[in-house]
């Protein structure tokens, strides 16, 4: 049998509301409209609006009454007050309202609503605004999506196959876990990245040659620094505890450095360097969808939080969903989650899901 390819489709008339249209929410609106959606936007400054619509990146401020999904492109602090609003606006249970912030925690315990799932695209660029947004931003980066314990089954499916239809890669984390990680995957190399640059800008004040002689190395450390500094504070202090920690584990890690070096320990620090190579040669790269794949069937039980559960143990294998879906019965038995996977993976997650008390059937696509 032929392998099952997923083509995302939508209709016509699906509407999607952007609340805050800069470099994230203007991105988010162009792959909607690639993907058929009408789009509305609201931002807090009015340039931004009058741009979106100067632009066609949307077609009204005000969200259509048949909205079905909503993503809120607002910094941390502002996610809980639009998301209750909004929810409060659309009441129906097929409504999805979702968010972009890079902290999730204090966000997830404040959320409860089965329509809201947290979210956070691995995405950025050195533009700012509208004007650096683009359709493409998301194709191949990582997605993380945090469903809790009242997260509705069937708008996780929803909601993950329309990310997939924006070419990224979905992954499920708790909201705890996802800030502890992306501590040291973002926050921190961000703050490091922004403290090389300056301590380079200030040396070259005597030093004028300096900056002359940044060669791709140095260009590749401190990229990530020309970003817009304004979205920072908000997102390093909701996460204060996880980044400390981050820190501090690195100026450790510098100090031991400091001391191989005035050791002049040759062995020691080719260890260390050869350690790091390793590692990143190892970085995983952008998944492409494969030909190779299977479907995992899990029947479910109705509890709150077995999606989650389910979700998340596949991220924490780093297993990629390439598509999921909720099978209900009419009958009353459970549900059945299916979870598309790469063979390989299929088969070990079916064994995982075994160790925690889960039949899991795979059936060739």
């Known amino acids: 049998m032929a392998p099952k390819v997923f083509v995302m489709t939508f209709q016509a008339d699906q509407h999607a509301h952007i609340v805050g249209l800069g470099l994230i929410g203007g991105s988010v609106a162009l792959a909607l409209k690639e ?34 999904l909503i ?6 602090g502002r996610v809980v007050q639009s998301a209750n609003e909004l929810l409060a606006k659309f009441d129906s249970d097929s409504v999805i309202v979702t968010d972009v912030a890079g902290v999730k925690g204090t966000i997830a315990t404040q959320m409860l609503d089965p329509r809201f799932i947290g979210g956070h695209p691995m995405a950025g660029s050195e533009m700012r605004g509208l004007e650096g947004a ?15 314990a009242t997260t509705s089954p069937d708008n996780y499916a929803k909601l993950h196959g329309i990310l997939r239809g924006l070419g990224a890669s979905v992954m499920a984390l708790d909201a705890k876990d996802h800030d502890r990680m992306v501590a040291m995957a973002s926050h921190v190399p961000h703050l490091v ?38 979205i920072w504070p908000d997102i390093l202090f909701e996460n204060e505890e996880a980044v400390l920690a981050g820190l501090a584990k690195l100026q450790k890690r510098i100090s031991e450095i400091t001391d191989t070096l005035r050791r002049k320990d040759r062995g020691s620090l080719l260890e260390s360097l050869s350690v790091a190579a390793e590692a990143r040669r190892k970085l995983p790269g952008s998944v492409a969808l494969s030909a190779n794949l299977v479907e995992v069937r899990i029947p479910v ?31 009353g038995s459970p549900g059945v989650l299916l979870l598309s996977l790469e063979r390989e993976q299929a088969q070990a997650l079916a064994q995982a899901l075994s160790n ?10």
């Open 35 to 68: 993907q058929g959606w009408t789009i509305t936007g609201h931002d807090q400054a009015t340039a931004a609006e009058n741009k979106a619509l100067e632009l066609a990146i949307i077609s009204g401020v005000n969200a259509h009454p048949s909205t079905s």
């Open 71 to 76: 993503f809120i492109c607002t910094p941390a």
């Open 134 to 148: 683009r359709a493409n931003l998301f194709t191949g980066c990582t997605w993380v999506l945090t469903p809790s």
């Open 193 to 230: 990245a922004g403290a090389l640059m300056n301590e380079a800008s200030e040396m070259a004040e005597s030093d004028g040659a300096l900056l002359r002689l940044a060669a791709g190395g140095f260009r590749d450390m401190t990229r990530i620094s020309a970003g817009d500094p304004a």
């Open 301 to 331: 039980p109705d509890r709150p939080g077995v999606l989650a559960e389910i979700t998340t143990l596949a991220s924490e294998l780093q297993f990629n969903i390439f598509d999921i879906e909720i099978a209900h019965s009419v009958e």
């Open 356 to 365: 925690r008390g889960f039949a899991a059937g795979i059936e060739t696509l």
